[in-house]
């Protein structure tokens, strides 16, 4: 099967959990036997060159759209095209779709079905079936919780923010319906995905998992252990609000409890200059870090204090894979049934967060959380299970 995967303008040089399921996805397509290329939005804030990268990593041709970021356009084809083109997201897939040259391309390549990564591509799914080609919507988000979630207490007063959250329902609902089949992350909403159409939902976890998958991971006589925290890019809300309540909250009181016990390391781009300055003796700010797999193998202990953010979060469920004993917020459960003192450990409050970490001086306990996280990783995060899962979403991806 020729397959066309079709993304957001998300390929930047610090990978987050989106690019790197984009291509996990990509490898298990080529491990079935399919053929692959990707078509991608492109913005001036990604890099060319990491495009280029793709196309030789994966060996698979590589195609982008520029949009036209004109407000002017987006108001006219919101007003005489779709109100769903408010969202500037779905706006750049609008206009991808009239473009001559993706038109002639697909013409050209002939896809027996089309990925779509993130449910703003409605405009794409519409298109793609109207063409008859066969559809796979991948979804990472519930779109409008996931926008709310982001916004300040303010920004959820402001009567646009509340239009631009039912724009975002609105193009999430049409994008599953129109679909021919969807392969969801497990987060809360699936069972409205399954209202909205009752056939061909899959859940499917995270493609990257498998790649992360390591043994029980254990440095035993450390005296002093390192904690780490992982954010790919502080931009995103939900990653800066887990970095300063640990920076701000947690460390600062597990230090005072255990001042040379621990060393916490926050990981991940454009950390803000307030929040960096904070990051003085035990607690050090990393930045990138280029080589993770080198930094990890020195680490001892993953912290994960989100608090928002419904979806199956990657860096907390790479943590679990590589099996780290780990600390996470009832959030960051994903959707999984992770029992709390088994595989992870679960705090609601700061207090319960330090006293956790220092809970996890005892090497034994370490030792029963690493094991646990990593039967766990085995049993749910398999490459053979992922790639029966993407087969059935390609099979029944036929326009209904």
Same mark, same amino acid.
């Given at each position: ?237 939900? $990653?800066?609000? %887990?970095? +300063?309540?640990?920076?701000? *909250?947690?460390?600062?009181? &597990? !230090?005072?409890?255990? @001042? ?113 996280? $990593?039967?766990? %990783?085995? +049993?749910?995060?398999?490459? *053979?299970?992922?790639?029966? &899962? !993407?087969?059935?979403? @390609? ?6």
């Amino acid at each position: 099967m020729k397959v066309l995967i079709a993304t957001p303008a998300c390929h930047g040089k610090n990978i987050g959990a989106v690019q790197k399921d984009i291509y996990g996805t990509i490898k298990l397509l080529k491990e079935l036997g399919h053929t692959v290329a990707l078509y991608t939005i492109k913005s001036h804030h990604r890099d060319a060159s990491v495009l280029e990268w793709v196309s030789k990593e994966y060996g698979i041709p590589v195609r982008f759209f520029e949009p036209d970021p004109s407000l002017l356009l987006r108001l006219r084809d919101t007003l005489f095209r779709s109100p769903l083109f408010f969202d500037g997201a779905s706006h750049v897939f609008g206009q991808m779709v009239r473009d001559r040259t993706f038109n002639d391309y697909v013409e050209s390549y002939a896809p027996d079905a089309i990925i779509s990564f993130i449910s703003d591509s409605w405009p794409l799914i519409a298109w793609a079936r109207a063409e008859g080609i066969h559809t796979v919507l991948r979804s990472h988000n519930f779109e409008s919780s996931f926008l709310w979630e982001a916004l300040s207490t303010a920004g959820k007063w402001n009567p646009i923010n509340w239009f631009r959250c039912a724009v975002k329902y609105g193009a999430e609902k049409r994008a599953v319906c129109l679909a021919g089949a969807v392969g969801t992350l497990p987060f809360v909403q699936v069972s409205t995905y399954r209202k909205w159409k009752p056939k061909n939902i899959a859940v499917l976890t995270l493609t990257f998992l498998p790649e992360s998958l390591r043994g029980a991971h254990l440095n035993s006589d450390k005296k002093k252990l390192d904690v780490f925290y992982l954010g790919a890019n502080y931009s995103v809300i939900f $990653h800066l609000r %887990g970095a +300063k309540k640990l920076i701000e *909250e947690i460390a600062p009181q &597990v !230090l005072q409890n255990a @001042l040379n016990d621990f060393t916490f390391h926050i990981c991940g781009a454009k950390l803000p200059d307030e929040l960096v300055k904070k990051c003085i003796g035990n607690i050090v700010y990393e930045g990138y870090v280029p080589d993770l797999e080198a930094f990890l193998s020195k680490m001892d202990i993953g912290v994960f204090p989100v608090e928002t953010g419904k979806t199956m979060k990657g860096k907390v469920f790479e943590t679990l894979a590589r099996a780290f004993p780990m600390i996470i917020s009832p959030n960051c459960l994903g959707g999984y049934q992770l029992v709390d003192g088994k595989e992870v450990l679960v705090a609601h409050t700061t207090a319960q967060f330090a006293e956790n970490i220092l809970k996890l001086r005892d090497p034994e306990i370490r030792k029963k959380l690493a094991e646990g996280a $990593h039967e766990f %990783g085995r +049993k749910n995060f398999g490459k *053979e299970a992922l790639l029966s &899962v !993407l087969a059935k979403l @390609l099979s029944s991806s036929k326009i209904s």
